[in-house]
């Protein structure tokens, strides 16, 4: 089985380009730049993986038009690899993710707050709701309607 499940961001903005001919199909590639889930050496610095993503067709538009650098995305897909011969004549091994599902993995506002810059500090979280000890359920707070993805 060939499955793969990321989380990631992006390190800058969807590279789209059409395939030729009568039933041209848009082709979107983009990195994710992956945490580690282990911090690197004594220092504790974050270290993190990038890895390329292929998206064809639907998906591939869909790419190019909401996805930005810095947006927070969970892709699954499955790992492909290939080679090529380069310009100076040198075998070149490629390791790719092909994209079969994606999706938003953070709300507009937190990654709006986000844009630009991925490596910035992270913005700070909006208020819990309180839990109401009387029912067990939480009390949402009045505004929050605009991020909920359903009304």
Do not use: H, W
């Amino acid at each position: 089985m060939n499955k793969v499940i990321l989380m990631g961001r992006l390190t800058r903005d969807p590279e789209v380009r059409y395939s030729q001919g009568d039933n041209s199909m848009a082709i979107a590639r983009y990195t994710l730049a992956v945490d580690r889930r282990f911090r690197r050496g004594n220092d504790g610095e974050q270290s993190a993986d990038f890895i390329g993503c292929v998206a064809f067709g639907k998906s591939a538009e869909f790419a190019e038009k909401y996805f930005r650098q810095g947006l927070k995305v969970i892709v699954t897909g499955r790992i492909q690899t290939g080679s090529y011969t380069n310009k100076e004549g040198q075998k070149v091994y490629t390791t790719d993710v092909v994209v079969e599902d994606q999706e938003f993995a953070e709300s507009k506002s937190v990654s709006d707050a986000n844009a630009g810059s991925f490596r910035q500090a992270a913005p700070s979280p909006s208020p819990a709701p309180a839990a109401d000890a009387g029912d067990g359920f939480m009390n949402i707070p009045d505004g929050i309607d605009e991020e909920l993805p359903f009304n």
